[in-house]
């Protein structure tokens, strides 16, 4: 083995929580090295959650302008320039870059871009990408690896060499018709921005409904917003094959328990799932055990099975997103200090980025009942919420759930615009345990959307008693 570098703390991946946490620690006094293979800050600013926003935002401009005329905004011919809408998306990612590289060097982490493996406890080599290796080993290492988008192995999919998310924003054109096999988060806020680039856009799902985690009525509003834009969506089907290239012709045989057709495309994009980036890193070499999903197996603490590792974000099982990749930081950075802090009993949120976008935190109604917890269910139209009647913006509804027999608040759902931020009012109120007659009784702004807390919170049934 070359002569090994040491370092106080090794970090495999650049994403959200592994370069906060390479940061703090220089910023400390520690010698961190931090090992990415491809993108400087990680996926999340480079090829996915940044960069499909930007993409998303444009789309929402598209379709602003070719509707304006119903708000007396008369225009003449809309073209879309996908050219320039990836111009305007580049521009964003090198911007990102430098930030990231100027943190680095401030910081005092040393940024190593190569492709790390385990070649022994606690130690990585790394082939350069400039050539040449280097091996280097920390007291501490964390893997912070993410994921990739699966490509199921379906006759003649990988043949036709699909689209993922990556390749999707990096189209310079609109395609004419585009395939979306998967009616996830991301196969949705794709499909409705390709939609108001021009494309003609099916998507193929295999379950019964979109959104498969989300509760039947939310599913159903989000299908009702996605066919109104044009949108075709096929459910309960199944891929058997592939034919052709994507970016010229696809043919996709689809099976559903009716019939059997096919549907003709020029593109095809996948968006069915992610995989985490363990294979091919030497882990097992390392001593670091993976879950039946191919995860790393790690404790409450986000330790791995071996001593000095730990594993943060996608690769770690955490949930999908960014700002959860930000709460492993805090968790380790906690704990290699000596804390005792843990991942159980987080309050995740999240919102889908379509428009209207869908936004959600707590419990759902059917996780309330696949564990037996009893709830007090209101709902609210957004047509109710007088923000609405200036904006036009009326699709979707809000949905809250309360304790049966107590006023907690356990978990809010919204459908509909600047869903994301009216949901983080009530995540507060959650994370504050207050009944929910505080935040119905609140003197909120008119005019916004949160100020339909009020309505919504008085649409409640009673309290259970005791005897009830």
Known sequence: MAQVEHVDTLILGSGQGGKLLAWHLARSGQRVAVVERQWVGGSCPAVACLPSKNEIWSARVAHLVQHAAGFGAITGPVVIDM??????????????TAFHIAAYVSSGAELIMGSGRFVGPKTIEVELNDGGTRTLGGDQVVVNTGSHADVPDVPGLQDAEPLTHIGALELDYAPTHLIVLGGGYTGIELAQAFRRFGSRVTIVDSGPQLLSREDADVAQAMLGVLRGEG?????????????????????????????????????????????????????????????????IRVNDRLQATAPGIWAIGEVAGSPQFTHVSVDDFRIVRDNMAGGNRSKTGRLIPYTVFTDPPLAHVGLSEREAQLQGIAVRVARLPMSNVLRTEATDE????????????????????????????????????????????????AVITHLTFAEGFGPLLSNLPTRQTASS
């Open 231 to 295: 949108i075709d969506v096929i459910l309960g089907a199944k891929i058997s094959s592939v034919e052709g290239y994507s970016g010229t012709s696809v043919r996709a045989l689809i099976r559903t328990a009716s019939d059997e057709q096919t549907v003709e495309g020029s593109d095809i994009l996948v968006a069915v799932g992610r995989i985490p980036n363990t294979a091919g890193i030497g882990l097992e070499g390392a001593g670091v055990e993976l879950d039946e999903r191919g995860y």
């Open 83 to 96: 050219v320039k809408v990836r111009e305007r998306k580049r521009a964003m990612v090198e911007r990102e």
């Open 394 to 441: 009326t699709q979707g509804f809000m949905k809250v759930l309360v304790g049966a027999k107590d006023d907690r608040i356990l978990g809010f759902t919204m459908i509909g615009s600047e869903a994301g931020d009216v949901m983080a009012a009530m995540q507060m109120a959650i994370l504050a345990e207050i009944p929910y007659q505080t935040l119905r009784d």
